[in-house]
């Protein structure tokens, strides 16, 4: 039985929702950000994508490219649950949904019945219930794994639909840029094309021992090798673990001293230790995550015996791994707290 996945993703979403709730925004450049003196854009919509503003983007920037933009400070509980409401549109056509995010999800739909045609039809529908529902557009992809649905439903945004069928797939992966390919990063795309390979074509004459060469022994080389040539086994995950969960804080102003790092510590571990109640976990191993203002970052860990949940704990154990010597002279810009190796809480 051929798998059929449909990829959703909703366009421009955090602003898409803002313009939603403001209509007379419609037609302006709008950005929804994380303000303070170290702002960054978290999306923006197609009006100020047209300018070069994107997320990740420093809102001085954006300022700068886009002098009339429009910058709204986030509100994710309203994201949160109009997020809800899609995923709830979702569950009528499957049950096998694994998101990615508030605004993306990955759909299984195959079935004994089910064709290529049928699951397009199925996408357009949930398109258009997601549009009468929610006032909200959205674009999908429909393919026969995760990677060429995913691939599609950013070939036509917004509200573009795109069906990548099995005949079509060896000239599309072959005109590939391989940073185009799933989990090819810059670095990655470096170490590729210092060898020559450019494109989905380069990477399908090479052979899984050639790849292993460049690339390590871990399972990078096995995904590229399979994924140009339009295999991609991974399942559509319902109810996927998270691997950690965690908060972190950017200061306005950068901190100089472990003293007024640990007055930040309770603040954290207390979101941390919320969080993990909410979700139905607990931990073994704490992380503590410092950023400096030259850019570097540097995490240490700590693991117990017993698990970790409430804040007390939490705070006894990443105050010990706060040493003098790791934030001595350097300006301390962004710090976080996460928990990883966890288990459901009892």
């Known amino acids: 039985m051929t798998r059929l ?18 209509p ?12 303070g003196r170290r702002g960054i854009v978290m999306t923006a919509n197609y009006v100020a ?9 420093p809102v001085y920037q954006a300022r700068l490219r886009c002098p009339g933009i429009v910058l709204l400070p986030q509100r994710m509980d309203l994201y949160r649950a109009v997020s809800a409401q899609i995923h709830g549109i979702f569950a ?19 079935g004994e019945d089910q064709t290529l045609e049928g699951a397009q039809h199925l996408a357009a529908d949930i398109q258009a219930d997601i549009l009468r529902e929610t006032r909200l557009t959205c674009s999908a992809g429909v393919s026969v794994n995760k990677f060429l649905a995913k691939f599609a439903s950013g070939l036509q945004k917004p509200a573009g639909l795109t069906v990548i069928r099995p005949e079509e797939v060896d000239a599309l992966l072959a005109a590939l840029t391989v940073d185009e390919f799933y989990g090819v990063g810059p670095v990655i795309a470096g170490k590729l094309r210092a060898q020559g390979i450019e494109t989905g074509a380069d990477l399908r004459a090479r052979s899984l021992v050639e790849l292993q060469a460049v690339l390590g022994s871990g399972k990078l080389a096995p995904r590229l090798h399979g994924l140009a040539r339009g295999v991609d086994d991974r399942p559509v995950e319902a ?13 306005e102003q950068d901190l100089t001293t472990r003293e007024a790092l640990l007055a930040e510590l ?3 571990t ?15 191993t704490a992380v503590l995550k410092m950023s400096f203002e030259d850019g570097t970052t540097v995490t240490r860990h700590r693991t117990r015996e017993q698990p970790l949940a409430g804040a007390d704990e939490l705070a006894q154990a990443v105050t010990g791994m706060l040493t003098s010597e790791l934030s001595a002279e350097r300006r301390v810009r962004l710090l976080g707290v996460s928990v990883v190796n966890l288990s459901p809480r009892a």
Do not use: K
């Not at 925004?25 to 303000?35: D, F, K, M, Y």
């Not at 009528?92 to 195959?110: F, K, Q, S």
């Open 5 to 22: 996945i449909v990829h959703v993703d909703m366009d421009a979403f955090y602003a898409s929702v803002e313009v939603r709730e403001q």
């Open 239 to 251: 109810h996927r673990e998270p691997q950690s969960i965690g908060v972190e804080r950017t200061f």
């Open 49 to 57: 994508r047209n300018f070069g503003v994107h997320s990740a983007l």
């Open 24 to 35: 007379e925004l419609e037609g302006q450049p709008v950005a929804v950000i994380v303000p």
């Open 266 to 268: 309770p603040g954290l």
């Open 92 to 110: 009528r056509y499957t049950e096998a949904i694994e998101p990615l995010a508030l605004d993306e999800a990955y759909l299984d739909v195959t």
């Open 270 to 284: 207390q979101e941390l230790a919320a969080r993990l109640s909410r979700r139905g976990y607990v931990g073994r």
